[in-house]
């Protein structure tokens, strides 16, 4: 294909985008939503970063703040691939396209949207607090320029470098363990804000020194360094930042090369045989023999495979660390805070067969009998006590030796384990009601 198809793609993202607010009236309706909440809060942020411009720590604050604007756009292509679709360069693959003009062309695509928006007034708000100066607001120009192309460039390496995993079943977990990012990356901020309220701007000063010179950090810190009359640490800088583009294009090219022309292995066929017998391997030849290590095994696996039943343990086994944790850090916890680990995997042990949705019919062919409906339930709950009882120790312990409470240990364990042992009763009970 011959000719410059940057505009076809950008045409064709704006396509995309505007045939699909079309399609039903909820999405058009959320899209406008989530709009508008972003802009406003673009504006906000905008506001709050000009209003630092003159604070001795404003430096210590946009930069770290643009290191982890950076690091979002590297995580999102990885738990949400359907936000955008020109993600999927799979698409393009019969298309007679060369690599370099589609990755210029997806590039230029990658700036449309609410996201870029947002990062733009980040960047735009971030170096009107740091530039004083006429040398720092051309530096500025470039390095907001630099810093929103790294960002987008970051996403798009990072998506096309695991496009098989995403548009596999692998991908489909890490978008349902998503929830579970955003909500530990909740507890890190409120952590941060508390030793921030506590401590002030000046304790971000030491991080900042070092990601100034982490691209695209380092484009929002040659402008600092320009303001002071720093020219050459300001073009280090931005060279860095550079650099780091350079770089991520060329990743991102040779990517999209080997993807467009490698065949899928997903279509390959397998070089053994199409049947063979399954037998138990590894950890699950110790379970016991029977319905019992049956029960146990199956239980194990759906915790492992099940995107649904992953989430949910992933999700539980990371809150049951971090209130803790967290809050014994803080200096504001109890020691009987280890017991919130005992009691979110606790949970799990309720509503056991509805967890299993539509697939307990299977289940329920094979229970004849009480005792076999005992063995079911037994079987369950010794699966969630193999991972649940060394997982509460561990953090039972862990939150004692932060709080350095040594004497209440035996107590709490068996508080802990008391709990747990409540939790299973009544939620066999509840399961099977």
């Known amino acids: 294909m011959t000719g410059d198809i940057t505009p076809v793609v950008v045409r064709l993202k704006l396509s995309l985008l505007r045939n699909g607010l079309r399609q039903s009236g909820g999405r058009r309706a959320a899209y406008i939503a989530s709009a508008v909440a972003v802009l406003l809060f673009s504006a906000l942020q905008l506001l709050g970063l000009i209003a630092l411009r003159g604070n001795e720590h404003a430096a210590s604050v946009v930069v770290p703040l643009v290191a982890v604007l950076a690091a979002g756009w590297a995580v999102m292509p990885l738990f949400f691939p359907g936000g955008d679709e020109t993600l999927d360069p799979t698409r393009l693959v019969m298309l007679p396209l060369r690599p370099r003009p589609l990755v210029r062309a997806l590039l230029v695509a990658s700036l449309v949207g609410i996201g870029p ?34 960002c987008v460039a970051l996403a798009r390496a990072v ?22 990012v955003i909500a530990v990356g ?21 991080p900042a020194e070092v990601l100034k010179w982490i691209p695209p950090a380092s484009a929002i810190g040659a402008v600092d360094s320009a303001s002071e009359g720093s020219y050459g640490t300001a073009v280090l800088q931005l060279a860095l930042s550079a650099g780091a583009l350079t770089g991520l294009l060329a990743l ?16 390959l066929p397998s070089s053994q045989g199409a049947s063979r017998e399954r037998n138990s391997t590894g950890l699950a030849r110790l379970l016991p ?22 989430a949910a343990w992933v999700t539980s086994l990371a809150i049951g660390l971090i209130v803790p944790v ?27 067969f509805g967890q299993d949705t539509s697939a307990f019919w299977m289940v329920a062919m094979t229970i004849t009998s009480t005792r076999d409906a005992y063995v079911e339930l037994r079987g369950r709950a010794l699966a969630l006590l193999v991972i649940t009882l060394p997982y509460a120790t561990l953090v039972t312990v862990l939150t004692t030796a932060l709080i350095d409470d040594w ?22 009970w509840t399961s099977a009601r």
């Open 289 to 310: 023999a029977g319905r019992t290590g049956t029960v146990m095994e199956r239980s194990l696996r759906y915790v492992w495979r099940d995107p649904k039943t992953k």
């Open 407 to 428: 004497p209440k240990l035996p107590e709490v364990l068996g508080v802990s384990f008391a709990l747990l042992g409540a939790m299973l009763a009544t939620g066999a």
């Open 159 to 180: 998506a096309v470098a695991n496009i098989r995993l995403l548009t596999s079943r692998k991908g489909r977990d890490l978008a349902v363990l998503s929830g579970l």
């Open 117 to 150: 928006v947002f990062t733009l007034c980040m960047l735009v708000g971030s170096v009107v607090s740091v530039a004083h100066g006429a040398s720092a607001y051309v530096v500025s120009v470039i390095g907001v320029t630099l810093a929103l192309l790294v």
């Open 326 to 352: 967290f809050n014994a850090v803080q200096g504001t916890g109890s020691i009987y805070f280890a017991c919130f680990a005992a009691g979110m995997l606790g949970v799990q042990m309720y509503n056991q």
């Open 252 to 267: 991102w090219s040779r990517h999209l090369t080997r993807l467009m022309t490698s065949p899928d292995g997903s279509t």
């Open 186 to 206: 909740a507890q890190v901020v409120n952590f941060g804000a508390q030793r921030l309220g506590s401590g002030g701007l000046g304790q971000l000063d030491g």
